[in-house]
């Protein structure tokens, strides 16, 4: 059996600079033995094959082996060693201990552009002069480490590729006594390690500093990383989820169905997005917006999931406070008109389910403007809460209560029967009870008039049911406020009714369709007339002889009166101002003014440009005022008053008696009369607290130094009565219908 060993291992083609010739002798043992002697950079170095009976075929068959091991090992570029180097695309040389190269390989000598002539047994300072300190130090350190380091990143250029990145590596050889033989050194292009690395950097940057929140799980649902905008919404730090599952941050909210829906999203589609609500360290419930993916595998197995969330917590309470005032009213927070009616259509068909009924309560307060004008909006806000808050104790659990105008409140409750409804109104009474506190430190009282409609029997849909709950409340109002009516078909006739009454009375304003009649005011003593006053009155052609008791509301509803109004004052100027430019005299002109007109933009103006316009001096006018319209706004009603009464106009305060007024807030007024109402005139003599209140009434103008007259007098009787308790003026029936203007003009010819 023959066997052969190398002294040295560590080899490499073109280490070697002699070869000996191949000899056959024996060991010291006296063994056969063939030995070949070579010497490098580890010095001599034998290739032996023994064996214990060597034949002379085995002499020449060592000789050969010995010859080719040695051919195979040495011999420059013809060696298999070298060969198999110069595969490489890797720049790989060797230097020995003192420096000097001695092996290089063909990627080397391409880059460099030298020949193995120029680079082999030269040193550093005889190859690149110029850079011999930084090849030498960095060979140095490489021994000095005693193991492989990387010396040099750097850009370099290439012919084929152009710019590309080097990496070169230097290693210490020793033999196996440990003794240094040299410097191995490599280059390699890191070009697409380089681009790896710097799209790993890149991704992250991206993923650590990006604001979504960025969790991935194996493909069992583990998480196996997390990145800091996780942990800034969670709370959650990622050693405390690294490892577990996202059922950590469960909310609670979602049902089975939610996380089965996504599972299987993810499963057959590889993508889910949504919304999810989770729940941080600290307890808080966030929402947030998700994306996630599944990650594939070459296999097409998943490899992993991969979730961006976004918190959505301030959008969610953004879209949350938009909502509300979108549908709430933004006072006192209760829903408003849109979203009452969207509750009503809810509460209908619990309603039909339930075969029970529905009531719909609207409130509307009373004067309610004279909050705002008496104490100004803040109050009047103020007021406005505490009523809301007090309505609202009353609901039930399913009651609603809404706010669908200024002062406009709607209740809507479940009732079993009708009959139940007046416990619920007995209620609502009760909040309007205790006065109300306003910013200006003062207390004021309130009072309501409800309108109700029912399901089913008013209606069955929500714009049916308040609109006919309206149409009672208005009724309501009509019967003295503070009142509540429940609706009538009757109401719809009557709601119809007025909306012919609009339309026809706008047509008749445009085409100048209505007219003046004149009633005379007599002296009691004389019965001799000494003013009369003007009386619009109204006929249509379809309607016929329309009340002005019908049309005056009217046209205060849909906000006509200050035209008719100022029609009105100056056609009776205009006709006063005929008179007497025919010799007559009519006496003092007197004309109605409506609220609207009192308190609107720069009445006392008004009336100045229209006696201008028709020549009528201000003494020969008066105006008509009711006291229900000075209550509503008495600041701006006194201050145009002063104004009118500066200018020489009389002022008379119509309907006095029918009001709140008392002697000290009447001498605040500028006036110069006072009207008795017809409601006291038409029950004297005979009713005693009729006599009382005219007696009082006229007690009240001696005291004030104002004239006093009575309107309605229908008989002797009752001018005999007012006469003998000190009323001298009066007007009404017994003496003269309302006349028109021909007709009049002929009563005055006749004296």
């Keep these: 059996m023959l066997e052969w060993f190398v002294d040295h291992t560590r080899l490499g083609a073109g280490l070697w600079t002699s070869r000996d010739e191949c000899l056959w002798q024996q060991n010291a043992d006296g063994d056969p033995m063939t030995t070949l002697t070579v010497s490098g950079i580890g010095g001599e170095l034998k290739l032996c094959l023994h064996g214990d009976v060597l034949t002379d075929g085995h002499q020449l068959l060592a000789k050969a082996l010995l010859e080719g091991v040695a051919a195979a090992l040495g011999g420059g570029e013809s060696g298999l060693l070298q060969s198999f180097m110069d595969a490489f695309d890797e720049h790989i040389w060797i230097k020995d201990a003192e420096g000097r190269y001695r092996f290089i390989n063909q990627s080397t000598l391409v880059s460099w552009d030298l020949s193995p002539a120029q680079i082999l047994s030269r040193k550093d300072a005889e190859v690149f002069p110029d850079r011999v300190s930084e090849y030498t130090d960095t060979d140095l350190k490489a021994v000095k480490e005693g193991h492989p380091i990387v010396v040099a990143e750097c850009i370099d250029r290439s012919l084929d590729k152009g710019n590309i990145w080097l990496e070169t590596i230097k290693a210490p050889m020793y033999d196996m006594d440990g003794r240094l033989l040299g410097v191995i050194g490599t280059t390699r292009d890191i070009a697409r390690y380089k681009a790896a690395e710097e799209q790993l950097f890149l991704t992250s940057k991206v993923f650590e500093n990006a604001i979504e929140g960025v969790m991935i799980t194996d493909s069992n649902g583990i998480i196996t990383e997390i990145n800091g905008a996780f942990e800034t919404i969670t709370g959650y730090s990622r050693d405390e989820v690294i490892g577990k599952t996202p059922k950590l941050l469960n909310s609670g909210r979602h049902e089975r169905d939610f996380f089965e829906n996504l599972w299987r999203a993810l499963k057959t589609q590889g993508h889910w997005h949504g919304e999810i609500w989770n729940r941080r360290k600290n307890g808080t419930l966030f929402a947030e917006q998700t994306s996630i993916s599944a990650v594939y595998g070459e296999d097409g197995q998943v490899r992993c999931f991969v979730a961006v969330f976004s918190d959505i917590s301030l959008l969610k309470q953004t879209e949350a406070e938009v909502a509300q005032l979108a549908w709430h009213d933004p006072l006192t927070r209760l829903p408003n008109r849109s979203k009452l009616t969207t509750i009503s259509q809810q509460q209908i068909k619990l309603a039909a389910n339930r075969k029970t009924r529905l009531a719909l309560l609207l409130i509307d307060v009373d004067l309610f403007k004279h909050i705002n004008d008496s104490f100004g909006h803040l109050a009047g806000d103020k007021v406005l809460l505490s009523l809301s808050e007090r309505l609202a104790a009353l609901l039930g659990a399913e009651d609603t209560l809404a706010r669908i105008g200024g002062d406009e409140f709607v209740l809507l409750t479940q009732v079993r029967r009708r009959d139940d409804i007046p416990v619920i109104l007995s209620a609502i009474q009760r909040a309007f009870d205790t006065s109300f506190d306003t910013s200006e430190g003062e207390s004021v009282r309130l009072s309501a008039s409800i309108g109700i409609a029912v399901y089913p029997d008013d209606g069955d849909n929500p714009d049916t049911l308040l609109k006919n709950a309206d149409a009672a409340m208005y009724r309501a109002k009509q019967q003295g406020r503070n009142r509540h009516a429940f609706y009538t078909e009757q109401m719809t006739q009557s709601s119809m009714q007025q909306l012919r009454l609009q339309t026809a009375l706008r047509g008749a304003v445009k085409n100048s369709a209505l007219s003046l009649v004149y009633q005379p005011k007599i002296n009691l003593r004389t019965r001799k007339l000494i003013g009369v006053e003007a009386l619009c009155r109204w006929t249509d052609h379809e309607l016929g002889v329309v009340s002005p008791a019908e049309f005056i509301p009217v046209a205060e509803s849909i906000g006509l009166m200050p035209e008719i109004g100022l029609w009105v004052l100056k056609e009776a100027c205009r006709q006063a101002r005929i008179w007497r430019d025919q010799g007559l005299n009519p006496g003092r002109m007197a004309v109605n003014v409506s609220g609207s007109q009192l308190t609107g933009d720069n009445f006392a103006d008004s009336v100045a440009r229209v006696l201008t316009q028709t020549g009528l001096s201000p003494d020969a006018l008066e105006l008509e005022i009711t006291e229900s319209v000075v209550l509503d ?44 109402d017809q409601s006291f005139v038409r029950e004297l003599p005979t009713d005693q607290d009729s006599g009382a209140i005219a007696m009082a009434i006229i007690a009240m103008g001696e005291a004030l130094k104002l004239g006093v007259i009575a309107e309605g007098v229908e008989n002797e009787t009752q001018a005999e009565f007012l006469l003998r308790l000190g009323c001298t003026e009066a007007q009404g029936y017994l003496f003269a219908r309302p006349l028109l203007a021909s007709e009049l003009k002929q009563l005055l010819q006749g004296g």
Excluded: E
């Design 633 to 676: 706004n008495p600041a701006s009603a006194i201050d145009t008053m002063d104004k009118l009464r500066g200018m020489g106009v009389s002022l008379a305060l119509d309907d006095f008696g029918t009001g709140y007024s008392s002697l000290s807030y009447l001498r605040k007024l500028p006036l110069n009369k006072l009207k008795i």
